[in-house]
Antibody, heavy 120, light 107 residues
Framework: EVQVLESGGGLVQPGGSLRLSCAAS????????MSWVRQAPGKGLEWVSD????????YYADSVKGRFTISRDNSKSTLYLHMNSLRAEDTAVYYC?????????????WGQGTLVTVSS | DIQLTQSPSFLSASVGDRVTITCRAS??????LAWYQQKPGKAPKLLIY???TLQSGVPSRFSGSGSGTEFTLTINSLQPEDFTTYYC?????????FGQGTRLEIK
């Protein structure tokens, strides 16, 4: 069974840092691109970042570019999101999602999400 | 960036009804569009990809159509569990974007 499980969320002060993790199981992690998507309380979905299967390519939303870094450890089947210079507007539930192997590579499996709250 | 506009934003319907949600893209995205269903407090669930292909395990009352800039999600014979929020998503160009969502409520 395909599973992705996020962890690492919590309360952080503005300007602080946090690292989210996403542990994958039930599929060959190293052959799939992965994504982070967030959802602010009561709001819609916002794509945050993508990483290719090898980690050689990364993509970011303008809202997080230069502050967030996506990475992966294929030996551990784990995806990461390193978040620096956090702002109140980064408060959201963060989901990791697998990108399908079939075009156009929609997000076919999602984790349950981890809540990040940026507040003093 | 490619903007996706869903209409309507809110929709009231009854069990057994047929409803259609529209998603318009600000520029052509061929068939690189997906639809998701999200229930409160839960992660989104993939319903449709490539504009019209039903994801495995999704009931056949859900269908998608369209290409270019205009797309539709149709739900036939609404069931009680279908009353929730739906999002379209374009995967044609980075940044990947989502529509603002359509909330389907029981009339």
């Amino acid at each position: 069974e395909v599973q992705v499980l996020e962890s690492g969320g919590g309360l952080v002060q503005p300007g602080g840092s946090l690292r989210l993790s996403c542990a994958a199981s039930g599929f060959t992690f190293s052959t799939y691109a992965m994504s982070w998507v967030r959802q602010a309380p009561g709001k819609g979905l916002e794509w945050v970042s993508d990483i290719t299967y090898s980690g050689g390519g990364t993509y970011y939303a303008d809202s997080v570019k230069g502050r967030f870094t996506i990475s992966r450890d294929n030996s551990k089947s784990t995806l990461y999101l390193h978040m620096n210079s956090l702002r109140a507007e980064d408060t959201a539930v963060y989901y990791c999602a697998r990108r399908s192997s079939v075009a156009p590579r929609a997000f076919d499996y999602w984790g349950q999400g981890t809540l990040v709250t940026v507040s003093s | 960036d490619i903007q996706l506009t869903q209409s309507p934003s809110f929709l009231s319907a009854s069990v057994g009804d047929r409803v259609t949600i529209t998603c318009r893209a600000s520029q052509g995205i061929t068939s690189n569009l997906a639809w998701y269903q999200q229930k409160p407090g839960k992660a989104p669930k993939l319903l449709i990809y490539a504009a019209s292909t039903l994801q495995s395990g999704v009931p056949s009352r859900f269908s998608g159509s369209g290409s270019g800039t205009e797309f539709t999600l149709t739900i036939n014979s609404l069931q009680p569990e279908d009353f929730t929020t739906y999002y379209c998503q374009q995967l044609n160009t980075y940044p990947i974007t989502f529509g603002q969502g359509t909330r389907l409520e029981i009339k």
